[in-house]
């Protein structure tokens, strides 16, 4: 049975930072790829950041220089370093993972979800 537990929300003032971590169970967490999507309250999946199985990073300008994703394969855990939050980035985070697809910065591509975790910057 395949899990993938998030961590490390919580709330935090704007222009702080957090590290959100997805521990993953049940698959060979090296032949995934694995995404970050949010959802703020009465808005739709955004794409936060994927990282495919050969380590190349996507992001959405939203975010990019920003957020960076990491991988730990030998840990089986994705990470998201978070840094210069603003209160836009308030939302349920969630990871996610994948194995057949290209199109990483779409939600369809994967097939494993977590259950989210909740981030909220005060401005």
């Known amino acids: 049975q395949v899990h993938l537990v998030e961590s490390g929300g919580g709330v935090v003032q704007a222009g702080g930072s957090l590290r959100l971590s997805c521990a993953v169970s049940?698959?060979?967490?090296?032949?995934?790829?694995l995404g970050w999507f949010r959802q703020a309250p009465g808005k739709g999946r955004e794409f936060v950041a994927a990282?495919?199985?050969?380590?190349?990073?996507y992001y959405p300008d939203s975010v990019k220089g920003r957020f960076t994703i990491a991988r730990d394969n030998a840990k089986n855990t994705v990470y998201l370093q978070m840094n210069s939050l603003k209160p836009e980035d308030t939302a349920i985070y969630s990871c996610?993972?994948?194995?057949?697809?290209?199109?990483?910065?779409?939600?369809?591509?994967?097939?494993?979800w977590g259950q989210g975790v909740q981030v909220t910057v005060s401005s």
């Open positions: 990282i495919a199985r050969g380590g190349e990073t």
């Open positions: 049940g698959l060979t967490f090296a032949t995934y790829a």
């Open positions: 996610a993972a994948g194995k057949y697809g290209s199109s990483w910065y779409n939600a369809y591509e994967y097939r494993y």
